[in-house]
Structure formats: structure tokens, C-alpha cells
């Protein structure tokens, strides 16, 4: 008797869960294949919303997906542990787990047996090793980073109430990519709701949002188009844009810029680029990219061992060489998720592998609850409501493909009576 095909994925991000689910349900399911997630956190939650979460204008305990009772639901198992290290020559992955103690925590390493190994692990913000960053920026990689950031707002608006004088607080987010235009977009709405709520002492019309980008415009990787909208919406926010200005330094209270000049800064966050993570980095014997990313060819194994597979923000992809490298998009992550369920299929059967080819679908940027602003299939513009709806449709997609339709429904319907007589922004 053959024994199943032992499949395990590292990383329970976006593209990690989706493919775990859908093979759980394809493949676990009629006992084709074994099929293992290991993830250091208990919860899943979608990258996108960590904006979001950061500004308090989301619950995060709301939006989290349990990954054991899920792996019930799924047939798959689930492993909770940080990724180590790889041993390709044995098919091994090594796994080190903490053990809560009353009085300390131990720490525990393991392996893992693989047929097959697919390395989702995502990415991390790359400071580029500017003075400073590390110290004093806040970076949104991960739900814990998102946490601390609204915890600091917060207290910052709690501690103001003490005084008797109202007072300004000066906000900077470093890099004008989605995630920092986003993140701007979302504290505008949020100091306007502390305001209402009676956290009245720092004034929202002191509250100074600056967006910083070292290219000639933001949203630099999209089109002009979606950046000139995006552009002229957050002005109407009075977000303050510094393009073409290049961060030399961060200290505690200020930003200090290439060409001599300095902003003051309470609060900073670092949105200006990605790597992949140091666990990535330390791997021997992969060949990786200048921000250490897994080269893989077409078929999504790596091009140092045919078992080991990456993909999403990990994996320096080019499908063809006319195509530029994939960017990290949550719609690449998501396209390599379904296609490596159908390679899984094929590699099982002794069948050749099948070659990616991604499907550009356009680009959707949010700003704030009710608008957005995207271009579709490279050619249709789409803005405000209609886009902000096409926005959270995506999110309802990824739902759906690690739920179920009929749960993500259900969800979608919990989550518009939620925030029809819920607080509009976390003050816990």
C-alpha cells in the first residue's frame, strides 16, 4: 500500500490558507495526499486589512480565522510553529516550537517529513538599513505590528484628554505604495471619529497625516492614472505628499531628508519596500534575488530543488522572459495558490508540471470606508463607491475560498450589522 504524499506548506498567509484549503478539500479529503500547514501564530488574518486594524477602524478579533478549527473543516493538518531551516537532501523541514511555561518557556525543535515542500512565507518591510528605522518607525507586516500601532494612537489620544490645552500630533508614513496611501487614507478617517467620540483634545485640525515618497509621484508601481486620483483625493483629505524626497535618518521626534531638510514626526511608520523574510535570507544552498526572495521557474519549484515549490511576496517569479517579475500582490499570491492545487494534482499522477501564467486583473486602492479608486483589466478607471465595493469584494472572494460561499455570506451579513451598530473605531 502507498502511502499518501506528504505535502507541506510553510505559511499561513493569504496564499498559504487558500492552498491548504483547497487541497485539503481535493486531495486530504480522499486521502491522495497528507497535508500539513505550520504557521508561528494561532490565527490567520488577510494581510490587506492590516491598515485597517493599525488605524482602529477594524476589529481584528472579528476578521481572524482560527487555523486548528479551520484544519478540522478542511482535512488538513496544522502545525504551530516558526520554520527554520530546510534539509532538501532528507526531505526535511526543521520547526522550532515554544513550550508556555508557568515560570519559562522552552524551546523545542522538530522536523517534518515532505514528498513536497511550498514555502508561502510572505515577505517583510525592507528599511534598506536606514539610521534609525528600526528604532523609531512602526512597520504593518504582521497583525502584532498593526496592534501596537493602534495601541500607540490610542494612548497618545488618551493621554491628550488629561490636559488642559488641546495639541497636535504630526503622523509620517514612509513610502506612497498601497499600503502607506491606504494607511493615510484610513487615519484621516480615524482622527475625524476620535473627534466625535469626545477625545477631543488633540485637535483634527492639528493632526498633521504627511505621506513620503522618493519617486517623482506616489503609487509609483501602479499607473498614472490611479496615482493622479489617488493623488487628488488625499489632497482633499489634507494629507501633505513629499514626493521626490528621500529619507537619510529617523530620530524620536523627526524625519531627516537626502537634501538637508527635516519634518517633525510623533509617530512613524516604514511602508517603503519589502524583502523576503530573515528565515529566507539564512537559507544555504537556494538561489535568491538581491532582496532574497526563492528563484523559481515557471512552474513554481525552486531552482535549486525540483520538491521545494514558493510562491507569493517569497518568490522571484518570471513566468516568461518578455514578462517583467511578478510584483507582491495579493491577486499573484491568491492566481499561484488555485494553480499549485492542479501542479499538486499532476505531480501525484507522475504527470508533468504545468506552467503559471499570470492574469492581471487591475488595481484597487482604498481610501477610507466608502471610496476607492482602481483601474480594471488595464483599461477601466473605477472610482469611489463602485470601487470600494469591488475592493471589499476581494476580500469576500478569500473568504469564500478558505470558507465556503455560504459561511463567507454569512460573514459578509454579520460584518454589515457589526459595523451598522458597532463603534466606528477600536478604543481598547
Not at 12 to 26: C, D, M, N, W, Y
Not at 101 to 130: C, M, P, R, W
Request: aromatic share 8%; hydrophobic share 40%.
Amino acid at each position: 500500500m502507498n502511502l499518501p504524499h506528504k505535502i507541506v506548506i510553510i505559511g499561513g498567509g493569504a496564499g498559504g490558507l487558500e492552498l491548504a484549503t483547497q487541497l485539503g478539500q481535493s486531495l486530504g479529503k480522499n486521502h491522495k495526499a497528507q497535508i500539513t500547514l505550520v504557521d508561528h501564530k494561532l490565527t490567520h488574518i488577510w494581510k490587506p486589512l492590516l491598515h485597517e486594524i493599525a488605524a482602529g477602524t477594524l476589529n481584528p478579533h472579528a476578521e481572524e480565522t482560527n487555523y486548528f478549527v479551520h484544519a478540522s473543516k478542511n482535512h488538513y493538518q496544522f502545525v504551530l510553529g516558526s520554520f527554520i531551516d530546510v534539509d532538501p537532501s532528507n526531505k526535511k523541514v526543521l520547526i522550532e516550537t515554544t513550550s508556555a511555561q508557568q515560570k519559562e518557556s522552552a524551546i523545542k525543535n522538530h522536523s517534518l517529513e515532505y514528498d513536497t515542500l511550498i514555502i508561502a512565507v510572505g515577505s517583510t518591510s525592507n528599511d534598506f538599513n536606514t539610521e534609525g528605522v528600526k528604532q523609531y518607525c512602526h512597520f504593518l507586516d504582521s497583525r502584532k505590528q498593526a496592534d501596537t500601532f493602534q495601541q500607540d494612537l490610542l494612548h497618545l489620544y488618551l493621554e491628550a484628554q488629561n490636559q488642559e490645552n488641546t495639541r497636535a500630533l504630526n503622523i509620517a508614513i514612509i513610502g506612497a505604495g498601497a499600503t502607506g496611501v491606504e494607511l493615510a487614507a484610513e487615519l484621516f478617517q480615524a482622527k475625524q471619529t476620535f473627534f466625535k467620540y469626545g477625545l477631543n483634545k488633540i485637535d483634527p485640525n492639528k493632526v498633521n497625516i504627511t505621506l513620503i515618497e522618493a519617486a517623482d509621484r506616489i503609487l509609483p508601481a501602479l499607473s498614472d492614472t490611479i496615482a493622479k486620483h489617488t493623488h487628488a483625493q488625499l489632497q482633499q483629505f489634507g494629507v501633505n505628499l513629499l514626493t521626490q524626497h528621500r529619507v537619510a535618518k529617523v530620530d524620536q521626534d523627526k524625519i531627516y531628508f537626502t537634501d538637508g531638510s527635516s519634518i517633525d514626526a510623533e509617530l512613524k511608520v516604514w511602508a517603503a519596500g519589502i524583502k523576503a523574510p530573515a528565515v529566507i535570507e539564512k537559507l544555504k544552498d537556494f538561489q535568491k534575488d538581491n532582496i532574497h526572495r526563492l528563484k523559481v521557474y515557471a512552474t513554481l519549484q525552486t531552482l535549486s530543488d525540483p520538491n521545494v515549490f514558493a510562491f507569493g511576496d517569497c518568490a522571484h517569479c518570471q513566468p516568461t522572459a518578455d514578462e517583467p517579475v511578478l510584483g507582491p500582490r495579493a491577486q499573484v499570491a491568491s492566481q499561484q495558490a488555485s494553480f499549485l492545487v492542479e501542479a499538486m494534482k499532476a505531480r501525484i499522477q507522475g504527470k508533468s508540471q504545468p506552467m503559471f501564467k499570470f492574469s492581471d486583473k487591475g488595481s484597487l486602492v482604498s481610501l477610507s470606508h466608502h471610496k476607492a479608486v482602481g483601474e480594471l483589466l488595464g483599461q477601466v478607471n473605477v472610482q469611489g463607491f463602485i470601487a470600494k465595493s469591488m475592493y471589499v469584494s476581494l476580500y469576500r472572494l478569500h473568504q469564500a475560498t478558505i470558507h465556503g460561499y455560504t459561511h463567507a455570506g454569512l460573514l459578509t451579513a454579520k460584518d454589515f450589522v457589526t459595523r451598522k451598530i458597532g463603534p466606528k473605531i477600536k478604543l481598547h
